[in-house]
């Protein structure tokens, strides 16, 4: 289940809650004498990207600087030809 983070608007308490995705969001500060009305903190995802790139120039295989003609074509002498494009 997922974890949430909230914060009293009134005190400023944080707190989290671990609750399903359909479950209420708690209406008020869990600490002693407070209740006041809290909000959902939005924090940034626990992600890091590294790299220059995606899959494919990270990851991928290298590839030619040039597509190869399609198989038993030779269109490497026509306009047509993503070979012939360089």
């Known amino acids: ?7 009293c608007q009134k005190c400023g ?3 989290e ?3 399903g995705v359909t479950d209420p969001p708690p209406r008020s500060c ?3 004498g407070c209740h006041g009305p809290v909000a959902r903190v939005f924090r940034p995802p626990a992600i890091m990207f590294k ?3 995606w899959h ?6 290298r590839r030619s600087s ?4 399609p198989a038993g074509s030779s269109c490497a002498k026509t306009e047509t030809c993503p070979a012939a494009a360089d």
């Open 1 to 7: 289940m997922p974890v949430y983070e909230y914060k």
């Open 13 to 15: 308490h944080q707190f």
């Open 17 to 19: 809650i671990e609750q």
């Open 30 to 32: 869990p600490s002693d």
């Open 51 to 53: 790299g220059k790139g």
């Open 56 to 61: 494919v120039t990270d990851y991928g295989r």
């Open 66 to 69: 040039s597509p190869p003609c």
